[in-house]
């Protein structure tokens, strides 16, 4: 079976009888789970759009505002802000990856303990890693099962007390439920390319924009497989109704 990571479209995708067919992301599947608090996260968005322009901008009058402009802009805040956000997330990604992938290069995959960064997230991961006896075993694995016809990157994959963990990177304000069902869709295809040691549960780190830190486990793997398949079952069949409403 031959795989591949189509980067200008952030695809995954499979090569089918001499064609290349796209795989079905996890976060994609996961989409499926409603997010009330992302909800009115957008709408808040919207307000501090409105409010900062009415309360912080020098000179500012309403009769001079074009009001409709103004609504069309607070429509689309959260996706702004989403975008900004997602590209520090990119950076935290990119400095964690660099540092896992150079301890496995050069230290067996042990952290060395003078190793400092000047990004605060990035010393907790640090300092988790050293407090954890961390021992990497990959970064940023690409993953994909042809029988669930999903694709994902595991962010890392690594040993505490001789034990397997997966361990998902995250940048937003907390973690939730889906993370784990994330990781568990991860461990599934981990299996099926043929991994053979046992996953003794998944690990999400929250570094957070503001610097601070939070780590969360789960051993509960076999719950979290079942919660993600059925987000899988959920999203084949409204993708399958969709196809038939006329």
Request: proline fraction near 2%; charge should be neutral.
């Amino acid at each position: 079976m031959e795989y591949r990571f189509n980067k200008e479209k952030h695809l995954h995708e499979l090569l089918v009888n001499d064609e290349w067919k796209s795989l079905t992301g996890c976060t994609t599947v996961l989409s499926i789970l409603a997010k009330p608090a992302l909800i009115q996260w957008s709408a808040n968005m919207a307000v501090d759009y409105i409010s900062n322009l009415v309360f912080n901008t020098p000179n500012w009058h309403w009769k001079d505002t074009d009001w409709k402009k103004v609504f069309e802009e607070a429509k689309t805040a959260h996706r702004r802000k989403k975008e900004e956000a997602g590209a520090k997330g990119v950076d935290i990604h990119s400095e964690a990856e660099k540092l896992v992938k150079g301890s496995i290069g050069a230290w067996g995959g042990i952290i060395d303990l003078n190793t400092k960064s000047e990004l605060p997230q990035i010393q907790h991961f640090i300092d988790w890693a050293v407090k954890n006896k961390i021992k990497f075993l990959e970064s940023e694995k690409h993953l994909y099962s042809k029988e669930l016809w999903l694709g994902g990157i595991t962010d890392i994959i690594c040993e505490i007390d001789n034990e397997v963990y997966l361990a998902d990177i995250k940048t937003g304000s907390g973690i939730y439920a889906e993370h784990f069902a994330q990781l568990a869709g991860y461990e599934l295809m981990l299996k099926e390319m043929g991994f053979d040691r046992p996953i003794k549960g998944h690990i999400v780190l929250n570094l957070k924009k503001d610097g601070s830190f939070q780590e969360k486990r789960s051993v509960s793997t076999e719950d979290a497989k079942n919660f993600f398949l059925a987000c899988v079952s959920c999203y084949r069949l409204q993708e399958k109704f969709n196809n038939q409403i006329i």
